[in-house]
């Protein structure tokens, strides 16, 4: 079982919709990041996250520390934002990031 | 500078060869990242630097792969004696010791023919 955990893998959407990407975690975390990576982009940070809720724009973050689990929401979703959304925790004491598959987003216009 | 600088943005080998990936942190983040990604796979963590010692090594695939960093900024990933399985994209991300937040490089497309 990995030990981060995305879903949906792929995700299509209507120009306008609202949209949820969700990532769950077997490991003690510090910190929980939300990445964004283009096709043939590289990678942008979107979020850090330990606890609560943040929001940047049209994009919220949210997290349960109990749960273990995250969320990405997209508001107003644009063809823009189409993209890998990638969950990454940061597992603590040697500092490497462990990574989800990654959630394939498409919105149609 | 401003971002997380890699070079080259490309590279072209042919198989058996060695090829040199460079890294140019944030000026001042004493923490740089090495990761991978091969082509339809995830992000797969290499090494990470504190300073100029890389107390995590756990990643590297085999002995052909090694890292350094000297003064404390850039660092160089050497991949020895390619093989076809090294092609992949290779990300650098620096941050501050204390901080958990990541910046990311453009990363380099290594293909190995």
């Known amino acids: 079982k990995n030990e981060v955990e995305q879903s949906p893998q792929n995700l299509t959407a209507q120009e306008g919709e609202f949209i949820t990407i969700n990532c769950s975690y077997s490991?003690?975390?510090?910190?929980l990041h939300w990445l964004q990576q283009h096709p043939g982009g590289g990678i942008v940070s979107l979020f850090m996250?330990?606890?609560g809720k943040k929001k940047h724009g049209r994009l919220i973050a949210t997290i349960n520390i109990q749960e273990k689990h995250s969320s990405l929401h997209i508001t107003a979703s644009h063809p823009r934002d189409s993209a890998v959304y990638i969950c990454a925790v940061y597992g603590g004491s040697q500092g490497n990031l462990i990574f989800g598959k990654g959630t394939k987003l498409s919105v149609k216009p | 500078g401003a971002g997380v600088s890699q070079s080259p943005s490309n590279k072209v080998t042919e198989k058996g060869k060695d090829v040199e990936l460079r890294c140019d942190p944030i000026s001042g983040h004493t923490a740089l990242y090495w990761y991978r990604q091969s082509l339809g796979q995830g992000l797969e963590f290499l090494i990470y630097f504190q300073g100029n010692s890389a107390p995590d090594k756990s990643g590297l695939p085999s002995d052909r792969f090694s890292a350094e960093r000297t003064g404390g900024s850039v660092s160089t990933l050497t991949i020895q004696r390619t093989q076809q399985e090294d092609s992949a994209v290779y990300l650098c991300?620096?941050?501050?010791?204390?901080?958990?937040?990541?910046?990311f490089g453009s990363g380099t497309r290594l293909t190995v023919v």
């Open positions: 991300a620096s941050s501050f010791i204390d901080s958990l937040g990541y910046t």
């Open positions: 490991v003690g975390i510090s910190a």
């Open positions: 996250l330990s606890s």
